[in-house]
């Protein structure tokens, strides 16, 4: 298998591991509004996994650029300019003290980044299949 | 049907009998019902003695002798809900027990399972006296599927009712046209819309079943019944509550009814309390819960006397006659034994601090009051931290009259420097506390520059997080040193620019943080801040608005003025001496459909439905915004706030607070329901929520475009008067909402312009979403009397016993003359306007100066004088500052109506009707919302 497949390989490996962070997000935010969790537990909770989730997704964009995959670079570049721009902006880490009033928006945000890793999944595991074609042709 | 008999007398009520074909009279004061056509007016009275004095009416004819069908006169069906047995004749008094004269009836007292054999002896259309007349009675045997069938029958009625418009009451809709009109300011102190519930909503007939406006209001007094109604009639659906409001003898308040039997009935469900608007069923064993309609088990000892050991009268239970009570919890209610209050002072003692003469004051403050700190179990602790470069801990050995002081300099890891002594009993140490608090200002009399509030809040909190209590924390200047340290951060030019909602929200997260960690304690935080510089109230106050406290300013504070020596004295001895409830949670229920949306308020929200707060202090608004997320069902929605709270003296409490309003499925219906001021309340926490999370541009855009899109929706749907108008119509009970909205848009909390300190706004926004609707309303509507030729009684006491105070102005220089003193008063200040061509007489009988030019503008302490007119002027200040719930003492300005501009220009923003730099008059204002209105 040559670097192409390896590559997609891993970025479908990525995918799946942010759509599962991300199902988890929205598992918790449904938890908060059935009182499952209290808004600081919550809040704890997920704090720890917003910045290795912004991380993990930056450095995979990384890879494709650095690949020359421009397609699937452009594909991830404005998910990454958001993070940036809400980290720039100092809000990208959930308030315990405002959730119920942001829940809302931070759901969607959530389902939003679901659709797109699940997206981004099939496109990587397509692109995977066509490496390992190509290859073996 | 024939039509509807007109002219009846007054306090009368035609109701069609489809029945016998006929129309039913109804006396409405009363609820007695007669066939023929009354003659006589009624009028309301509480007196039962009427009964007997009253013309007997003619017996109906007597529909339960035909057992075969089972149809009622609407009338007696309604009279059976409303209280009077379904097997009693129609002339028979709803009364409950206890709020008439009840000398002649004997007392009937229920036991469960007693209630069939009582009832069984009474045989069935016998005209019985008393015996069942006094209370509901139950139905029983055949009674349940009667009542199914009574019930279709009055849903026929209320239907015929809806079609006909002669049942059901409605509100009267009376259009108001604004243009050009001067708005009648007095109207502000009208009470709002009753909600017209069913006659037989409650199970008694007490005075006391809807809730003082004061304690709890809605935006609406007939709640929509789905969310697309609610959606197109444009009005806001929110609560306005004050739960933990005082009890003044000057506004006549009646203590809160406290059930002491601990006989806690609720609902196993919903967990709402048994209430005035439950029904009871099977004989009375069980309870209909009126929010979620599942049936309970009455307690067994409901209906029993503990203190006599005797069977007592169920519908003498203060549950079921009013709407505000107070439960005594039993220790299921409890986490933990009830905690002590317990107080933690953190005072700044830095250079500025020391030499503003705020340490001393505050000192001996705290000295005066030790007295009136809540201590009425000898529990109360207490602890002082003193603060600047390094924290000072004081040891206050019980017994000793010696106060030791302990300095840790070390900032970013706060210990205690001891483990007992600093945290101590309040009545045990007493002598050390008044030794400590005679000499603190003394003990810091070399400058230390700085201040680490942030390492001394953790501290206190270290100290006291065990037990939970109160922080009061006292600061001079901007934190710079240890956790938690600011910068000044009020760029001038950012004021004005959309940047400047930034300088509104908390520059540091930490004392977010902190606040978390408090909230989850127990521990509340108030803040008094005295700055001549900036302070950053906007972080500062973080740490109140999420433990339920209260930020307090006093800028520029110097204790050689005396007057605000006295403001801040009498503030903090307030706050020291307020009965305050601990480890409180607020948990708001309603009928099923209704959702809690959203919180406005000083709490923190521990879940979707459960406020947490670890002191309730008085007299502090909420807001809450309800959404329908289902239609609703029933014809009545209840709508209940339980506030569980530790008394200062040791006994866990919970305070439930019902309210009940009927549905309606009409735009008009909601129009004519709605509360000027619980809309404005609502409207003030939007905006201000608003200004921060985005602009101050888009508040202010925010309160005109709701006010249009009602207005717009008021004339199209309910005047129906499409199309471009020269007026602006708006319904009799909304027609200050505008003028309210003028002052809001034009508040120092939001108003445009480019010179209101970032301080200054964000302590008015702290108001402006905490203080209760009677503070709320002057703080955005000033009061302005005209003193100089005010009537002779005005400023005396008057035959009612209360000071008559004169007639309320409107806000416009226009009232202003020359010669004349005028009032002006907002709840925080009042300004005393004299006109520069004021008599020397006038100087003289008031300031005791000689003449105008004597006379200095500024705080001023008005003299008492030996003449009349001093007097009432005296009287009307006194009257003013005793007016309004809170802690607050409202400076007295003397402003000179031809000097010190900044003082003048001040005293002339709170004439709102006015135009102002580039904010428009009263008129424009109302141009701009009609030409919104027109557009669409
Ligand atoms: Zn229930």
Redesign the interface.
Known sequence: MGGEGWLFLFAVLMAAVLLFTMVFFIIMFSD??C?YI???DLCNKLNQFVLPEMIAHAFLTLCFLLSGQFIAFLLNAPLVGYNVNKIMA?NH?Y???E???TLSGHKKESFIKLGFYLVSFFYYLYRMILALISESD | MSSEPLNLPQGWEARWDAQSSAYIYIDQSTGQAQWELPTQPSYPTSHHSTSSSAPAPAPAPAPVSRPGRRHYPTAQIQQMYAGGGYDQPPPVQPLAPGYGDQTHVAPQFFTPGMADVQQAQIPQGQFQQPAYGQQPAYPQEKGVDQMTNQFQNMQMGYRAGATYGDQKQLHSIQTVNLIGMQPDVRGLDSPPPAALLAPNAAVTQSPHIQPDPSYQRCTLAAMPTTQSLLNKSKLPLALVLAPYRSVREVDDDMPVPVVEDSVIARCRRCRAYINPFVTFIEGGNRWKCCMCGLSNEVPQLFDWDQRENKPADRWGRKELNHAVVEYIAPTEYMVRPPQPPVYAFVIDVSQSAVQSGMVATAARTILENLDNLPNADKRTKIAIIAVSTSLHFMSLPPGSTEASMLVVSDLTDVFLPKPVDLLVNLTESRPAIETLLGRLSDMFQEPQVGNALGSALQAAHQLIGKIGGKIIALTSCLPSLGEGALKARDDPKLLGTSKESSLLNAAS?WY?TF??ECS?QQVAVDMFLFSASYTDVATLSCLPR?TAGQTYLYPGFNASRSEDAIKFATEFGRVLSMPIGLEAVIRVRATRGIRLA??HGNF?????D?LALPVVPMDQNYVIELQLEDDVKATTVVIQTAVLHTTCFGERRIRVITQAMPTTDSIAEMYGSADQIAIASYLVSKSV?KSMTSSLDDARNLIINKLSDMLTVFKNQVTSSAGASAQLAVPDNLKLLPLLMCGLVKHVGLREGVSIPPDLRSYAQALLTTLPCQSLIPYIHPIFYSLHNMSPDAGTVGPDGHMVLPPALNLTSERLERHGLFFIEDGQNMFLWVGHEAVPRLIQDVFDLPSYAELTGGKYTLPVLDNPFNQRVNNIVAKTRELRRGVYRQHLYVVKSDAEPALRSWALSCLIEDRMDKMGSYAQFLTQVKNKVSRV
Do not use: C, V
């Open positions: 908060l509004e009182d209290n808004p600081i100092k880490m308030d315990a003290t959730i119920f009033r | 997260s977010k606040a978390i989850k999420y959203a919180f923190f929200i521990r879940s979707t459960l929520e």
